[in-house]
């Protein structure tokens, strides 16, 4: 059977590793956090922030409300507050068809 390869999850993304996936300053994460009760990093002894992989699944529902759908801070945190179980599934169903979409382009490729 050959050998397939699978993602590597991590238990905790360093502020560093986030900024990189968001492509934002490491002040608009501290920014969201802030504001929005669902994030909650970890803090190890230093203070730096880790974030779970679920942190970062709140984080693409945040930045896909008010940077793709145009909400505002305020409109987003009420969006999630009443539809938080829609906005998880709907983000979801985003990662996958980006997946499918990445899968599609490298076959083009490959063409």
């Keep these: ?3 397939k390869e699978r993602d590597i999850n991590k238990l905790y993304y360093t ?5 990189e996936m968001f492509e ?4 608009q994460i501290r920014f969201y956090e802030r504001e ?4 909650q990093p970890k803090k190890n002894k230093k203070g730096n922030r880790l974030f779970s992989p679920e942190d970062v699944d709140n984080l693409k529902i945040i930045f896909h409300l008010v940077k793709e759908k145009g ?3 305020q409109g987003a945190k ?6 938080k179980d829609t906005a998880k599934d ?10 499918i979409k990445q899968f599609l382009l490298n076959v083009k490729e490959q063409l």
């Design 1 to 3: 059977m050959p050998y």
């Design 15 to 19: 502020m560093g590793e986030v900024t």
């Design 24 to 27: 934002v300053n490491a002040s």
């Design 36 to 39: 929005f009760d669902i994030l």
């Design 71 to 73: 909400y505002t801070l």
């Design 78 to 83: 009420e969006h999630l507050k009443s539809n």
């Design 90 to 99: 709907n983000q979801k169903i985003i990662n996958s068809l980006e997946r």
